[in-house]
């Protein structure tokens, strides 16, 4: 079975939220539930900067990768040693 890869390299379809408040950061265009509540007047600004703006597919075709703007954007709910190992992870994935 083929993964469901966001345009920032996490795994959708291994998320607790997909397919209940989330579809998918293509499904929704960006306007996951989590940046509409952080960021109202927004859509995630990894989608908006590699989707919209840049025409990529994904984080993964951007030779800045990972930017300041991919690794300074953290779940909160989260460790600065886990958010370093998810860096590392879904820069692999996406490469």
Known sequence: ???????CGLLCDECGFFGKRCNGCYGVKGETFWAKEAM??????LYTCSVVERKYDNCGQCAELPCGKFTGLKDPNI?????????????SRLK
């Open 40 to 45: 109202p007047d927004q859509t995630c600004p």
């Open 1 to 7: 079975m083929s993964q469901i890869i966001s345009a």
């Open 79 to 91: 460790s600065e040693e886990r958010h370093a190992v998810s860096i590392r992870e879904r820069v």
